[in-house]
């Protein structure tokens, strides 16, 4: 049973207790985001393939069956306790896709993303979003 259905079937001090689990997993990573931005542009991480100090994350599409895609690096763009913006370089055919960033501050945070728009940006590449479906710790 995924997020969204927990929150809707789940007696009312459950729901609280999922919304206030998803907002303490959103605020670390968006703090952890803002933190790392300071320190680098997108387009700077996004040109250091293996280094996983910072914004880089890892999306792997799903398609219409749930099945896995080839996963890709991203740059974590802006993330809230709704949902999640990456920039890539090349364009996505999926609706859905698992996201995945690691870090020891923040250990593994993998979430399923329900991909809602997309934007093409100005010399190049793609800034794409959506809202979270589900939050798996540890991955």
């Known amino acids: 049973m995924n997020l969204a259905s927990r929150l809707v079937l789940s007696p009312p001090s459950v729901r609280s207790a999922l919304r206030n689990e998803l907002r303490i997993a959103a605020g670390r990573l968006t703090s952890w985001v803002r933190q790392r931005r300071q320190a680098l542009s997108v387009a700077d991480v996004a040109d250091v393939a293996g280094d996983a100090t910072i914004l880089a994350a890892r999306l792997t599409p799903l398609d219409a069956r749930g099945m896995p895609g080839e996963t890709r690096d ?15 370089r ?31 940006r100005t010399g190049g590449g793609y800034t794409s ?9 540890g991955g």
């Open 74 to 88: 991203v740059a974590l763009h802006s993330v809230d306790e709704r949902g999640i913006a990456f920039d890539h």
């Open 90 to 120: 090349l364009p996505l055919a999926d609706r859905r896709a698992m996201v995945t960033v690691e870090s020891p501050q923040l250990g593994r945070i993998v979430a399923e993303v329900d991909l809602s728009w997309c934007r093409y």
């Open 129 to 137: 979003g959506g809202r979270f479906v589900q939050l798996y710790r």
